[in-house]
């Protein structure tokens, strides 16, 4: 089992910076490919970023390539996403999520989410 909390999300001016944390515990963390999502209201839950358990590779979707930047930190349990030049559209909930298989971009594939940080922004 693993433990996820998100954190990081508020309210921003468009253009604005944000990053957003999530903290695991439970089990190796190492261990887990990492991914984020994000949900507006009335619309799927999609994909953002995800990042394989070592870090050395990723895969963005194309709504935020060149923004958004994902990174972890196994040392420290933590996951981030570095959010930049953000955009009303990026307004959502976001999501992180663990999974022991490969990275992928279908959110049935990862097993434990965390319940989610409210990003808002404004304009």
């Known amino acids: 089992q693993v433990q996820l909390v998100e954190s990081g999300g508020e309210l921003v001016q468009t253009g604005g910076s944000l990053r957003l944390s999530c903290a695991a515990s439970?089990?190796?963390?190492?261990?887990?490919?990492m991914a984020w999502f994000r949900q507006a209201p009335g619309k799927e839950r999609e994909f953002v970023v995800g990042?394989?358990?070592?870090?050395?590779?990723?895969y963005y979707a194309d709504s935020v390539k060149g923004r958004f930047t994902i990174s972890r930190d196994n040392a420290k349990n933590t996951l981030y996403l570095q959010m930049n030049s953000l955009k009303p559209e990026d307004t959502a909930v976001y999501y992180c999520?663990?999974?022991?298989?490969?990275?992928?971009?279908?959110?049935?594939?990862?097993?434990?989410w965390g319940q989610g940080t409210q990003v808002t922004v404004s304009s």
């Open positions: 999520a663990a999974g022991r298989r490969l990275m992928t971009s279908r959110a049935i594939t990862y097993e434990y």
């Open positions: 990042i394989s358990a070592s870090g050395g590779r990723t």
């Open positions: 439970g089990r190796t963390f190492s261990n887990y490919s």
